[in-house]
């Protein structure tokens, strides 16, 4: 069957994947394997290809191969990313290192445990705040107000950018890229009824709104090109800026008196 | 032993859907063998159908015109009374869900988008760009947290527990406590999805495989028109990754070789936009013919469409084709060739998604209503789930209330004892064949002897390869005895179900001398309403499936030729 890039026919790459196992004798050690890559393979057929003939030990999760599903980010060569959406044809040399996702802890091999990150999520209440459940007819929505969050309703939640966050590493209770979008994905919907403000007010402290560095390393990482640096820019903004009209209703309220 | 009232084996849209229909009045909890956010729901991309008529060309609409576009698409072998339900309630769930927040596309007046699709009289798929599968199932998953739903995700169920015909709970595999355990429920809902990775050339998850049919098949319940295996004409040549039938809908062209719209030969009218079945044939005879690239696929051109349209109407599709073929669809055409991408058959149902057995309920693409008969029509998917998922959960309070005693915890138990015994077998066994040899074997043999145009020698060869299969399978051993996070385990476990389902979409497609939708028989080239206007059910006997036939409902549309 034919098939894209044919620049690598046949071509010898040694993989080098991180291995740890919770439940034996906790240790790190490296595992090295040799494989002849076809043409358009990516780095899950490679980890599919060993598990199957070479080491059947090696764990990784995988489902939809697509890059759509977000189980399989890794780190490839240092770089946060699905290992289904790379082709080994793509990488600069034929020695390629696989590791986990950092920032969460590893159950086995290259799977983590995601529960810090769902925790994350589940803390910004990740759903449409609105008083009636469901009224059997559609609410408007302009294209241009479906523009302001329809590219943050993209995110696979695969949790590269999380793993790529230098203020995780240093503060593990900072909620993170993904958490922050999903939050302002709904702020941005015209169909949100949620107190924003209180919401943010709720978030002023490093933990939310002003842990980030601005590194930009989120959306470096990011395979759906979020950019959740700019969305946490905006949050800050938009707290910053509702503070300060909140402040000088004050100031004219105590005026008036 | 934890009980639940109700147990939902399924993360996908009608697992969901049923979770959030029934989680303020009762206990209950969500197994899936994957966390419920890659479940296989969020692959769908080109939308879903509903009679809303919400663009200009659309008004003409409703429901009826859709039961009767189903209908036909189905070869007149969906029931009559299940599709009407169905395209009934299209309206009510789409604005239930954009009412939970989806993203839906927008027309100028900011109401949902609507796309023309294959078989359809009028734009009636509603569609977030090409991501519909991946905003639906994050809405209700958003949905789940807020009622906080309880998951146990990555978990292996590997057993249906019925005793007297009243279904008692399931067993399921915990990849991590690396321990098999017993769970009560009163009642259990299967919403486990296809089994596309019987098949080489699929488009599914590499999850799908179909372990919920074949468990619920081996409990006895009865499999219904599993020889309906439908070829999606537009997958990425290769990789069989997706690429939505809304690319189509959006206006791209099927070129062959030669520069032509060959489309123009099998279906004047409808062109591209005939029904699957027939344009995946199509494709299929094209490159029979010579007239392919490669002698394996054709181009989907959508270069006309411009950039501005391909970026705002099929961005995902573009992103595909970038990382996994290398060309960008707004200046090369994309190579595609059909390949696996749904089950019709599954689980017999009632239109209320009640089975066989009391207390056991199934929806989505493990269930068959039946709607989709003989081939189903693009968009009718997640339609499906959503619809019959509310609906079952509708209909478990009335079996609830009825059924007052709890599930036999000792019945249970012993059930629990049987499991463990046979999975240390499986650990212990000795053997000199790997699961991959077995599995790669059975999946030569679907897709090149089960696959879009079959003969009665091709299927006589295919059954007895594998029942040989089913021999190999007991020499396999296990290389990795661990059970935490084991694949090998897992994936041999499966392997029992797959070989059980490619077993039975042959004897059913061996048995059914005639060509109905997806189901083309070059011995047999002709409908037979005579003899094959019904449904083929499949029960499990050690030997292999007993089939039987069960009679097809028609309410209002009687059967016709089958134009485009």
């Given at each position: ?257 | ?78 029931d ?133 049919i074949?468990?619920a098949y081996?409990?006895?319940l009865p499999i219904k028109d599993l ?118 058959g599954g689980i017999a149902t009632n239109?209320?998604g009640e089975t066989h057995v009391?207390?056991f309920?199934s929806?989505?693409?493990c269930a068959c209503v039946s ?164 449904h083929t059910i499949a029960n ?10 069960q ?14």
């Amino acid at each position: 069957m034919h098939l894209k890039k044919e620049n690598i026919n046949d071509q010898q790459f040694t993989i080098k994947i991180l291995r740890y196992n919770q439940r034996q004798n906790n240790e790190f050690y490296f595992s090295d394997y040799s494989i002849l890559a076809t043409p358009g393979m990516t780095i899950l057929d490679a980890l599919l290809h060993i598990q199957e003939l070479q080491d059947p030990t090696l764990a990784f999760r995988y489902s939809c191969r697509g890059a759509v599903c977000g189980s399989c980010g890794i780190l490839i060569n240092g770089q946060a990313n699905l290992a289904c959406r790379v082709q080994l044809a793509n990488l600069p040399s034929t020695n390629i290192l696989l590791e986990p996702l950092p920032n969460l802890p590893i159950i086995k091999d290259l799977i983590v445990d995601m529960e810090p990150f769902w925790d994350a999520y589940r803390k910004i209440e990740p759903w449409l705040h609105t008083c009636v459940d469901s009224q059997n007819r559609e609410n408007l929505i302009s294209k241009k107000e479906l523009e302001q969050f329809s590219l943050y309703t993209n995110c696979i939640l695969c949790a590269c950018c999380y793993a790529a966050c230098p203020v995780i590493a240093r503060d593990d209770q900072y909620l993170g890229p993904a958490a922050l979008v999903k939050l302002y994905r709904f702020f941005r919907d015209p169909r949100e009824q949620r107190d924003q403000q209180q919401s943010l007010l709720q978030l002023n402290n490093s933990q939310g709104l002003w842990g980030c560095d601005t590194v930009f390393r989120c959306r470096d990482s990011c395979p759906k090109e979020i950019r959740p640096t700019d969305v946490i820019t905006a949050l800050r903004r938009q707290f910053v800026s509702s503070g300060l009209i909140k402040f000088f209703q004050r100031i004219r309220g105590i005026n008036k008196k | 032993m934890l009980i639940y009232d109700i147990i939902i084996v399924g993360g996908g849209l009608a697992g969901l859907m049923t979770a959030l229909g029934t989680i303020t009045d009762y206990k209950i909890a969500v197994f899936s063998k994957v966390h419920p956010l890659r479940s296989h729901s969020l692959a769908a991309q080109g939308g879903i159908n509903a009679a809303l008529g919400n663009v200009a060309t659309g008004q003409e609409d409703n429901w009826e015109k859709h039961a009767f576009d189903t209908i036909k698409s189905s070869d007149y072998l969906a029931d009559q009374d299940a599709v009407e339900l169905m395209c009934q309630m299209g309206p009510e769930v789409v604005y239930q869900l954009e009412n939970w927040g989806a993203p839906f596309s927008r027309t100028l007046e900011g109401k949902i988008a609507q796309r023309p699709f294959g078989g359809a009289g009028f734009p009636r798929t509603c569609y977030a760009a090409d991501r519909t599968g991946h905003v639906l199932l994050h809405t209700l998953f958003e949905r789940c947290i807020k009622h906080q739903v309880q998951f146990f995700s990555e978990w292996l169920v590997t057993q249906l527990v019925i005793k007297d015909n009243l279904v008692q709970g399931i067993i399921a595999l915990d990849y991590l406590s690396n321990e098999l355990k017993v769970f009560g429920a009163r009642a259990v809902v299967f919403a486990t999805g296809g089994y596309g990775r019987v098949y080489q050339n699929s488009t599914n998850a590499l999850i799908n495989t179909g372990s919920g049919i074949s468990v619920a098949y081996r409990a006895g319940l009865p499999i219904k028109d599993l020889e309906f295996v439908q070829f999606h004409p537009t997958t990425l040549a290769g990789t069989n990754i997706l690429i939505t039938e809304g690319a189509r809908g959006e206006g791209g062209f099927l070129i062959n070789n030669q520069g032509e719209r060959f489309m123009e030969r099998y279906a004047p009218q409808r062109m591209e936009l005939a029904p699957r079945d027939i344009v995946a044939r199509s494709i299929a005879t094209e490159i029979a013919a010579g007239r392919g690239f490669d002698n394996s696929s054709v181009h989907l051109d959508l270069r006309h469409l411009g950039p501005e349209k391909i970026i705002e109407r099929l961005p995902g599709i573009r992103q595909i084709c970038i990382e996994f073929a290398g060309i960008d669809p707004i200046n090369q055409p994309i190579p595609i060739q059909p390949g696996q991408h749904y089950s019709m058959g599954g689980i017999a149902t009632n239109l209320w998604g009640e089975t066989h057995v009391s207390g056991f309920y199934s929806a989505g693409e493990c269930a068959c209503v039946s709607v989709h008969g003989a081939n189903r029509l693009g968009g009718n998917s997640l339609l499906e789930t959503l619809v019959f998922g509310k609906i079952i959960a509708h209909r478990l309070p009335l079996f609830l209330t009825e059924r007052k005693e709890l599930p036999d915890i000792n019945y249970l138990d012993r059930a629990l004892t049987t499991e463990q015994t046979r999975l240390q077998k499986i650990l212990d066994r000795p053997g000199d064949l790997i699961y991959t040899q077995v599995r790669d074997q059975l999946r030569n043999i679907l897709t090149n002897h089960v696959g879009i145009f079959r003969t009665g020698d091709l299927l006589k060869a295919a059954l007895s390869s594998i029942k040989q299969l089913r021999i190999d399978y007991q020499r396999i051993a296990l290389r990795n005895k661990d059970k935490f996070y084991n694949f090998e385990l897992l994936n041999l476990l499966e392997l029992e179900g797959m070989l059980d389902l490619g077993e039975i979409i042959t004897c059913g497609a061996l048995a059914r001398e005639e060509s109905r939708g997806s189901h083309a028989r070059l011995d047999f080239t002709q409908r037979d309403d005579l003899h094959w206007l019904c449904h083929t059910i499949a029960n499990y006997t050690p030997d292999g499936p007993q089939l039987h036939y069960q009679e097809v409902k028609i309410t209002r549309y009687a059967p016709q030729e089958r134009k485009y």
